[in-house]
């Protein structure tokens, strides 16, 4: 049994083993990364030795001649890439997609050192670091010079001796590929959930049709058409290192294998000798660093990011990102991703997304880098000597059949997506669905505010509560995600379940009035209400309308501005220089007397409510002042809109629940009850539910044949 076909064998295996055994199996994953851990023993001393000695045993006028000629394969490659990419897109349906990926808290990509990243100050440190840029660059430079070196028999043989070491041990590890894609494959299989891919089932089904296409036909195809290599051969030839990057999701512990498989294949082609074998030694490990069609693909996420929030892409936007993407892929794919986003103005949370269908799509990716490198070696060696036999017969047919599948490719997925891709509800249907976490008790809802009233209810609040047996509690209708009203005119909302609570607690009936701050004073001393419940923040210059318990949470200040605005708020000092900006905020001189102070040139509005800012009622306002809990809420209400959060001096605000002024036995009551419940964790899963957006509900146990079919494990 050949080499491939024990890789599949073990790769069916494990997918067949993953599903019995389910998460059982899960810590076999060891094994998977210690083969791993194997196959990369022998890569940086690989591109350090084949880069120094291809380089040295070469002509100066020979290493001009593979920077230009190779330089030109690259381009041509990324041009035909993006264009399947772009062409790609034109799958996706004509839908509303007003779904929506949020959160309460936008993971910051990791940013790399690029000095680092690409100058070997250290080489050792570099190596240790496995910063494959810097070792590449370090090892050109030594190669380069080399290539003026007068004698270099002392020294060239010592590097392939080397090289030829680094290809035996290599080829060992290779022969436990089986086995260790069994554990991977076996790992995986029994963790892997289908929840996501369900819900982006566009993206990931373009994606993996055309990495199919591009792996079994586009690029193959190309390369047979120019070197006269038979197209067969090419697939069957470099089948194994697909497959490895394919299983492990890695294309760098392949490098040796594909350029050992490159050199075979040309030494068929009866195209050998040191000078072949130089150039592909130098070409197979510097082409790991420029952007592999596995990286150019992500560019079609962005796309899809764009269709999925309904941001419209005109073709110069489609051309910026073309071009400003190809470059921003040079780095890590975790920087260049936002970057796009915010170049073509798609809501930034749409990264976490990226993150998510990264689990699926990272093993084509990592198939696609593995071909770029294939492809790159085999045709820039070939360009490097003349050697590309352009037939044009061969080349209208391969043209001919490349626009034909695509055409096939982006027509057969339209059709598959516009009857089985369901229209997404929109969001007010998904807030009208939102729920409290657990039955409560029956409550009534009053949307009216009432008429001020003018007389003053005496004696402790608590007594009336318990004497009447009814919680009278105040609270604001568009107030995300503490109290609002859902498009079914159900009242829910973090306090809105802590009113419940509350009730639940002293055994009394449950009565919830809208109330506004202008009239809290007066509402809570007429009895109109008995406390006010509603993400209250305990500021200053409120304590004279009311008296206020212990804070049960902290919230966190930021501004809310426009999504594509969102890198203009990041600076406070460019902010102080802006002449035209407008900040909104909810009623407060607190905030309004340190927002004046700190940005003197700015003009403030003060709303009633946050939601007067989405709803046009804010005064051609350019950002809001609000937490980042709420920020977060109306984020995912208003897609549109994102939450800004300050680079330091992070603001914390307390929040509180009013009662009225000086009544100091229900202020003392409902604050030891505040400090009950922080205790026995309400607080905590309330917060987890309402502002991160969790489902307080416990992880269920992965499937699988032996648990849930046969029955022999609980």
């Known amino acids: 049994m050949s080499l491939s076909s024990r890789i599949f ?87 509303e997609t007003s779904s929506f990926f949020g959160s309460a808290a936008t993971p910051q990509p990791q940013q ?25 660059f370090f090892s050109i430079l030594m190669g380069v010079a080399l290539i003026s070196v007068e004698d270099k028999s002392g020294v060239l043989p010592i590097f392939d001796g080397l090289a030829a070491a680094l290809a035996k041990i290599n080829t060992a590890i290779v022969r436990l590929t089986p086995y260790g894609i069994f554990a991977i ?45 038979p197209f067969r051969l090419v697939l069957h030839t470099f089948k194994d290192a697909l497959v490895t990057a394919f299983a492990t999701g890695n294309q760098f512990v392949v490098l040796p294998q594909i350029a050992e498989n490159c050199k075979t294949l040309l030494r068929e082609q009866g195209r050998s000798g040191p000078e072949v074998d130089s150039a592909v ?38 051309l910026s990102l073309a071009f400003n993407g190809l470059f921003s892929l040079f780095g890590s794919i975790n920087i260049a991703v936002p970057y796009m986003l915010d170049s073509v103005h798609v809501p930034a949370d749409m990264f976490q997304l990226f993150l998510v269908t990264g689990i699926v799509v990272g093993r084509f990716g990592a198939m696609l880098a593995a071909l770029h490198i294939i492809v790159l070696s085999i045709i820039g060696t070939l360009a490097l000597f003349g050697a590309l036999q352009i037939n044009f017969r061969s080349l209208l047919r391969y043209l001919a059949i490349s626009v034909l599948a695509l055409f096939v490719l982006v027509t057969g997925l339209r059709a598959y997506f516009l009857v089985f891709v369901p229209h997404a509800p929109p969001r007010e249907v998904v807030l009208a669905r939102i729920q409290l976490m657990e039955p409560r008790v029956d409550a009534t809802v009053s949307t009216i505010l009432p008429e001020p009233d ?16 009814v919680l009278q509690v105040g609270y604001r209708p568009n107030n995300l995600p503490c109290s609002f009203l859902t498009p079914g005119n159900k009242l829910v909302g973090f306090d809105v379940e802590m009113a419940h609570i509350l009730a639940e607690d002293i055994g009394v009936k449950l009565e919830f009035v809208p109330f506004k701050f202008d009239r809290l004073d007066r509402m809570l001393k007429s009895g109109q209400i ?185």
């Not at 596995?294 to 899809?304: A, D, T």
């Not at 003018?454 to 047996?469: E, K, N, Y």
Request: proline share 4%; charged share 20%.
């Open 530 to 714: 008995d406390l006010a419940m509603s993400c209250i923040a305990g500021l200053p210059d409120r304590f004279a309308k009311a008296s206020f318990s212990r804070p049960y949470m902290d919230l966190t200040m930021a501004l809310v501005v426009h999504d594509y605005d969102r890198h203009l708020y990041g600076d406070i000092e460019a902010l102080r220089l802006k002449t035209d900006l407008t900040i909104a905020m909810v009623s407060s001189h607190y905030f309004a007397s340190r927002l004046r102070t700190l940005l003197p040139n700015a003009k403030l509005v003060l709303l009633e409510a946050a939601e007067d800012f989405f709803n046009g009622e804010d005064g051609g306002a350019d950002a809001l002042l609000l937490s980042a809990e709420e920020g977060a809420a109306y984020a995912y209400r208003y897609p549109q809109y994102t939450v800004i959060k300050p680079r330091k001096g992070t603001i914390r605000i307390p929040t509180v629940y009013a009662v009225p002024k000086g009544d100091m036995e229900t202020m003392m009551f409902v604050s030891n009850w505040v400090d009950l419940k922080r205790e026995d964790g309400t607080i905590a899963g309330l917060y987890d539910y309402w502002m991160l957006g969790g489902e307080a509900k416990p992880r269920e146990r992965r499937w699988s044949v032996i648990r849930n079919v046969l029955g022999w494990v609980e």
């Open 185 to 229: 494959a076996a790992a995986a299989a029994g963790t892997m959930t289908i929840e996501e891919v369900s819900r982006v089932q566009v993206y990931l089904v373009t994606y993996i049709s055309l990495a199919l296409l591009i792996t079994f036909w586009i690029f193959p195809g190309l390369v047979a058409t120019l070197s006269g290599i």
């Open 281 to 318: 030694d130098i070409i197979v490990p510097v082409s790991f660093n420029f952007p592999s069609l596995g990286k150019l693909l992500v560019i079609l996420f962005v796309l899809f990011a764009a269709w999925f929030t309904d941001t419209p892409l005109a073709l110069a936007d489609r």
């Open 112 to 136: 790399t050192d690029l000095v680092d990243l690409y100058l070997p100050s250290n080489i050792f440190y570099s190596l240790s670091n496995n910063l494959v840029p810097a070792v590449v």
């Open 9 to 95: 064998f073990g790769l069916g295996a494990g997918i067949a083993s993953g599903i019995f055994f389910g998460d059982l199996i899960a810590d076999i994953k060891i094994i998977g990364d210690i083969f791993i851990k194997l196959l990369q023993i022998t890569i940086l001393p690989y591109i350090v030795v084949s880069l120094i000695a291809g380089f040295g045993r070469m002509q100066m006028f020979q290493a001009r001649r593979l920077a230009v000629r190779g330089s030109l394969v690259l381009l041509g490659i990324w041009g035909l890439a993006l264009s399947m990419i772009f062409l790609a897109a034109l799958a996706f349906p004509e839908l």
């Open 454 to 469: 003018a007389t003053d209810l005496t004696g402790s609040r608590l007594d009336h509560v318990l004497s009447s047996g």
